[in-house]
């Protein structure tokens, strides 16, 4: 299966989610939020398909922590594909970035993820105070918290 992204940031992000983080960015995005940070992951039929395969080989080489954020873009219009990619690397802590509404995520996948972040940029309710959102209106979630 192939999942077309944009980048695989292995920088280490503080601000995605707990602890250093390495950040997938998938390709594609509809929503076009004014303010968005990542206009370049938009674009559908930009960025590069990878088989899941080499994706989770350079996370295995590369991301040493496991720590593992896969944001975009918007994942969830790549859905298959993204959860079979996060049952293949159980092993690692993962959060998913997406803009739909919690009510709008498939819930098969949340016993693969240990942390998503829901809701839609809003510019008008930027934060900078709340960790790993961007805007009020988004949540981060702690998975296990729910079940
Ligand atoms: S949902 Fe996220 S990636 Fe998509 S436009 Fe909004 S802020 Fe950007």
């Given at each position: 299966?192939?999942?077309?992204?944009?980048?695989?940031?292995?920088?280490?992000?503080?601000?995605?989610?707990?602890g250093?983080?390495?950040?997938?960015?998938v390709?594609?995005?509809?929503k076009?939020?004014?303010?968005?940070?990542?206009?370049?992951?938009?674009d559908?039929?930009?960025?590069?398909?990878?088989?899941?395969e080499?994706i989770?080989?350079?996370?295995?080489?590369?991301?040493?922590n496991?720590?593992?954020?896969?944001?975009?873009?918007?994942?969830?219009?790549?859905?298959?594909?993204v959860?079979?990619?996060?049952?293949?690397?159980q092993?690692?802590?993962?959060?998913?970035?997406?803009?739909?509404?919690?009510?709008d995520v498939?819930?098969?996948?949340?016993?693969?993820?240990?942390?998503l972040?829901?809701?839609s940029?809003?510019?008008?309710?930027r934060t900078?105070?709340?960790?790993?959102?961007g805007?009020?209106?988004?949540?981060?979630?702690?998975?296990k918290?729910?079940?």
């Amino acid at each position: 299966m192939k999942l077309r992204i944009n980048t695989i940031d292995y920088k280490g992000s503080i601000v995605d989610g707990p602890g250093i983080r390495t950040v997938l960015f998938v390709q594609g995005c509809d929503k076009h939020c004014p303010g968005c940070h990542n206009p370049c992951t938009w674009d559908r039929k930009d960025g590069i398909e990878l088989e899941i395969e080499e994706i989770i080989s350079n996370l295995r080489k590369k991301c040493h922590n496991k720590k593992l954020t896969i944001s975009g873009g918007e994942p969830l219009l790549q859905y298959p594909t993204v959860l079979e990619l996060v049952k293949s690397i159980q092993d690692f802590d993962i959060a998913l970035y997406t803009g739909f509404e919690i009510e709008d995520v498939p819930s098969e996948i949340f016993q693969y993820i240990k942390y998503l972040k829901v809701g839609s940029y809003i510019e008008k309710k930027r934060t900078t105070i709340t960790p790993y959102i961007g805007s009020a209106n988004q949540k981060f979630i702690r998975l296990k918290d729910l079940r």
